[in-house]
């Protein structure tokens, strides 16, 4: 189980085949932010390679390239296999959706004369970490009228970005300092500077009547139309290659959109029609556990599932046909786990831990409090992951998430495992986990791609 790193066996042709994935990848993390555009990109590039719009099909067949869409945060991208879609799926599922900051129903105020933002946070973060953090503001506004505007702020060369303004160390000393990191800042207090020219009016709250005036002006937005949007805000800023040798990613939102990544860019890239159906699911809401009606609890696999057998049936379908294919199937939950950071090494069991750089960790398990909320993958189906990885020369390592009883998370895992399917977690390994700045390996990153290839072939 000791394993030498495996950047030092690696030739000059295939460090640089690593190199150059991870451009594309850069890209894609620094542009597509939030659910809504990575679905977006996912459709149109989808379309470009052939697969169409499953609503639109009334039969299909092996080798057909489909997708479908749920309300435009989620979206699944299939190949219909050459087996019988009874005798088993394989599914990659990740998740789209990143710890982030959401605007409030009715979020601009004034205070002492500057215009804020008020917000609530999505998902686990440090608030700390986003005081003084350069932000952009993305989403969607839907007018009184029903019109669709879109929002983009913040990432453009010449765009202003937002700042939750953070207090002097000189002044710290009572309201911050001696506090636990949890109490550095309060939820309420996330509020987001926006403005600060007054408009010459009788009025008061002059800062936010004119900040009101310029977002009308641009966007055609009043006040009252925020309360039928959705604001992410956001880090500004792009990915960037960490240290001198490059070999590292940093970048907001790898948690998960590196997994969403590689499980797209692999079944874009299948030469040949597989054996069973293959499935690329990317599902929204994981963060707040998988809720709402883009999340995975909604029942929407079942949805895009049936559909599928009915138009591959046709009058000899029936449900048992769904319930052997989910029952039949292998899922590989490609989330992301938590790298040894040095600096904070006494979480970890070093022996069950993975590192940056050492291929992609295989996770049995998550869970909070032991195996509790756990789906624990069976041993079969580590059996079959691990010789599917060593048969194709992929550099894999084993995962934990922490000591036992150090803390937990959880992922869409066990939402899959709920309908019979053998799931197991298996995704690059990060450090600074849900901070602004997220950090990766390219060598992890490309690995996680042949992964997935290899699964999606097999």
């Known amino acids: 189980m000791k394993k030498q790193n495996p950047w030092v066996s690696l030739s000059e042709e295939e460090k640089n085949q690593i190199f150059n994935f991870s451009e594309g ?20 590039k989808a379309k470009k390679r052939g697969f169409l719009n499953a ?57 002492n004369e500057l215009a804020f933002l008020k917000t609530n946070y999505y998902g686990g973060i440090k608030k700390y970490q986003w005081l003084s953090t350069p932000l952009s503001i993305r989403g969607v506004i839907f007018l009184k009228n029903g019109e669709k505007v879109e929002i983009n702020i913040g990432d453009n060369e010449n765009d202003p970005i937002f700042i939750i303004p953070d207090i002097l160390p000189h002044l710290d000393r009572k309201i911050q300092r001696n506090k636990k990191s949890d109490e550095i800042i309060e939820g309420e207090n996330l509020k987001i500077l926006i403005g600060s020219l007054p408009i010459e009016t009788k009025e008061k ?13 641009k966007y ?10 959705e604001i992410e805000i956001v880090p500004a800023g792009t990915a960037r290659d960490v240290g001198f040798d490059k070999a590292l990613i940093g970048a907001y939102g790898q948690d998960d959109k590196i997994c969403a990544y590689t499980s797209l860019e692999s079944i874009f890239d299948l030469e040949e029609t597989p054996n069973k159906t293959a499935i690329c699911f990317l599902v929204d809401k994981e963060e707040i556990g998988s809720t709402g009606s883009t999340g995975l609890d909604s029942r929407y696999l079942e949805y895009f599932v049936s559909d599928m057998i009915f138009k591959i049936k046709k009058s000899e379908y029936n449900n048992l046909h769904v319930q052997k294919a989910f029952w039949n199937s292998k899922s590989i939950s490609a989330d992301v786990c938590a790298a040894i950071n040095p600096l904070f090494s006494s979480v970890h069991d070093e022996q069950n831990a993975p590192k940056l750089g050492y291929g992609i960790p295989i996770m049995k398990y998550t869970g909070h409090g032991g195996k509790s909320m756990a789906s624990d993958a ?22 934990t998430l922490g000591k036992v009883e150090e803390g937990g998370g959880g992922t869409v895992a066990k939402f899959l495992a709920g309908y019979g399917i053998r799931t197991i977690d298996m995704g690059p390994a990060v450090i600074s986990m849900h901070s602004p700045m997220e950090i990766t390996s390219k060598f992890d990153l490309y690995n996680a791609y042949l992964a997935y290839k290899a699964f999606y072939k097999e």
């Open 25 to 44: 990848y850069k890209k894609f993390i620094s542009k597509f932010k939030t659910e809504r555009e990575v679905t977006y990109y996912a459709l149109d």
């Open 55 to 111: 609503e639109e099909k009334n039969n299909l067949m092996p080798g057909d390239k489909i997708f479908y869409t749920c309300r435009e945060k989620s979206a699944a991208f299939v190949i219909i296999g050459k087996n019988p879609i009874e005798n088993g799926m394989n599914l990659i599922v990740s998740h789209t959706d990143s710890p982030r900051l959401d605007a409030k129903p009715s979020p601009i105020s004034e205070e």
């Open 205 to 217: 709250d002059k800062v936010k009547l004119a900040t009101l005036q310029l977002i009308k002006e």
């Open 220 to 229: 055609k937005i009043e006040e009252e139309d925020f309360v039928s949007s």
């Open 378 to 399: 069976d041993a079969e189906l580590v059996s079959y992951i691990r010789q599917l990885l060593n048969k194709n020369n992929i550099a894999w390592q084993v995962a």
